[in-house]
């Protein structure tokens, strides 16, 4: 995600203008990204001082307390001339700001460390996820455990470079269909991602189990993918490949021209 659009994001994200979608995408990189984090602190600090003058007003008895020792200067003043009244004034209005910024500066660093603690415990919760996901996907012994390590990662939001080379390698290597099926359904889930995409189309030139094969080419028809046509070209083409997976590409070429 870009600088602009990030910005855009956290400025609306502040003012709970966001959809729902775009909320969680939001975390999602806050939590993921540290520079897109320190900038969110950023934005928000600039919008809140633009209206903290007027959210910063003085409880009752800070008010009182300022009216108290007003009064007791104005009374200590034998003359009540201005040039004698207003520094005593300005020590008891600074005096009083000092208070309501000093409440106004704890109620800021509480909440800060607040926010810390809830992405503290977002961080570990995923990093938690992502433990469990790739102890099923090594599960040798259990097939289906590894299709719950793929199911797993359909709960996730955006995974990380890792996860996303356990579910190509399932999707490729796995000796059952059931799993191979399960990671490419996971994988189809962040097409938007470039990397993913790519991961999808190579697939199609060493994939050899004919159901993963037919449910690849719909996936990446689907999604209009242009950068597979070749890999059709040549499925379609290939005596060696079953006739419905060749109907299959076919097929998906047609749809793609």
Known sequence: MNKETLETLLIDYIDGKLTHEEKLQVEQELVNNKDAYILYEQLKEVMHAMDRSSKLEPSASLQSSFNTLLQEEIKAVKKPKVIFLQPSFYRVAA???LLILGAGLGYWISKYQRQQQEIALIQKQLEENKLMMMSMLDNEGSASQRVLGATVALKMERPDD??????GKAM?????????LA??????KFNKERHVRGILIASLATQKDPLV???LIRILV???VQGA?????RISNDEEVLKEVKDEAHAGLLKLS
């Open 95 to 97: 005096a009083v700001t």
């Open 162 to 167: 890792e996860i996303v080379m356990a579910l």
């Open 172 to 180: 490729n290597e796995d000796p059952n269909t059931n799993v191979r």
């Open 183 to 188: 990671a490419l359904d996971a994988l189809s």
């Open 213 to 215: 094969q037919i449910a």
């Open 222 to 224: 689907e999604m209009k």
């Open 229 to 233: 046509v070749k890999e059709l070209e």
